[in-house]
């Protein structure tokens, strides 16, 4: 109470601008406050007053309160997620709560999970998506609740390490996409909404660890990029999405997957912000012909796969800067004849017109150089004749052309800025 009046005193002496402002945001604050503490207050009610919150981790959904219309009555439940303040009970639990006819809200169903943690929230048709996580284990869980006549319970239990939702067979619904190890294998289950089915399916690839995912636009749906660190080191990815109700994935059935073998740290995802997601193989760049992995400047071959064809494409060419976070895809009449070095003391990346003959980089002409700082730290680079390419929160991108306009070479002012992509 004290602060709101401060508020309103600090208000009165900054004219009438402010007040109109304020007035709004006084009449609208409380409102949602009340509705929250009653909410609040009505899982204090059922659960006990030696609960904590749990907050999910990952995912659309971070509040430990979420509305979702579970009964499909028309209006929004909320799920209030908490565990008990107890040595014997660690698991999460779920209270469902709802209005009553008197306007007042009270627990309806209370569930339970199956973690310490909850990972994730999502919802599928009508159905509730909970991922739990636990120390103790590698795997998480999902559970997938659903109300039906009454009551709510759990249709779906299956463990996973990596879940994605997205429109896996182009029907224009969404499915989850649920991955996990299986032996040495991968497996990947896409559940559809409202059928309790799963379209199950078993990789062969030897999987030391499940390294990540991404999903982007393949067609007239969506795919999962799977990036899967096998025994042997390095990384592979699997493309996997539902097809005549089946789960497929064309690159081991087709016998691409080797191609899509590199180091690790190069995952696949949408580099370029077109929608759909690119898997970064790697070469060495020209200039570079004897490979020491560590010790050369790699290019980056940006590959897709074409589904109507059953091959992997070279969809861009790029030097992809995983330390500072940015990917120039190169264009083509630099191939063959540009070479990059970087200055391993300032970050600088410079690129030259490659001259076998010149032999050594310090011989070569330099078209462009590229650096990156923390945000406030740029001002050497701005001394030195960089102009500022791109900024985000935390860092700066600075860009300086080293050729004379004559050196067809130069990247124009439009390539610059339509190349040069932010990688985060
Ligand atoms: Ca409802
Ligand atoms: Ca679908
Ligand atoms: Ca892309």
Do not use: H, I
């Given at each position: 109470m004290k602060k709101a009046v401060l508020i309103i005193l600090c208000l009165a002496l900054t004219g009438c601008q402010a007040i109109t402002f304020s007035v709004d945001s006084l009449l609208n604050a409380p409102t949602i406050a009340d509705e929250q503490s009653a909410i609040y207050s009505a899982l204090l009610e059922s659960a006990g007053r030696g609960i904590t919150l749990e907050y999910p981790r990952n995912g659309d959904y971070r509040s430990a309160f979420v509305a979702f219309d579970i009964d499909g009555d028309g209006s929004d439940e909320t799920l209030a997620f908490y565990s008990v303040n107890s040595v014997s009970e660690s698991n999460v639990k779920i209270s469902v709560l709802d209005r009553g006819s008197d306007g007042g809200w009270r627990s309806m169903y209370e569930l339970a999970g199956?973690?310490?943690?909850?990972e994730r929230v999502m919802f599928l048709g009508g159905d509730v998506v909970v991922g739990f996580s636990s120390q103790d284990y590698e795997e998480n869980t999902v559970r997938i609740y659903r109300c039906s006549e009454g009551s709510v319970y759990s249709v779906h239990e299956n463990s996973y390490t990596l879940m994605e939702k997205a429109d896996?067979?182009?029907?224009g619904g969404e499915e989850i996409a649920v991955v996990k190890r299986s032996g040495s294998g991968v497996e990947v289950d896409i559940i559809k909404p409202g059928e309790d089915f799963v379209y199950p399916l078993a990789l062969e690839t030897g999987a030391a660890a499940i390294s990540g995912c991404a999903v982007g636009r393949l067609g007239p749906r969506s795919a999962l990029y799977l990036d899967i660190a096998p025994e042997a080191g390095g990384l592979l990815t699997e493309i996997v999405y539902l097809e005549n109700g089946a789960v497929v994935h064309p690159l081991s059935q087709n016998g691409?997957?080797?191609?899509?073998?590199r180091l690790v740290g190069y995952s696949s995802r949408d580099y370029d912000g077109d929608g759909e997601v690119e898997i970064p193989t790697v070469v060495p760049f020209a200039g570079h012909p004897n490979p020491v992995w560590g010790e050369i400047e790699l290019m980056t071959r940006l590959i897709s796969f074409d589904p109507g064809e059953g091959v992997l494409l070279v969809k861009a060419n790029a030097y992809y800067n995983i330390a500072d976070g940015y990917l120039l895809t190169i264009p083509?009449?630099?191939?063959?004849i540009v070479t990059v070095s970087k200055d391993?003391?300032?970050?600088e990346v410079t690129f030259y017109r490659y001259d076998p003959e010149a032999g050594i980089i310090e011989n070569m002409s330099p078209i462009v150089s590229f650096a990156a700082a923390d945000s406030s730290g740029g001002e050497a680079y701005r001394n030195a004749g960089y102009s500022t390419l791109a900024e985000t929160e935390r860092t700066a991108y600075y860009v300086k052309t080293l050729a004379g306009a004559d050196e067809p070479l130069v990247l124009t002012k439009d390539e610059i800025r339509d190349n040069f992509h932010i990688i985060e």
């Open positions: 199956a973690g310490t943690s909850v896996f067979d182009g029907d691409l997957l080797s191609q899509t073998q083509g009449r630099w191939l063959n391993s003391s300032t970050g």
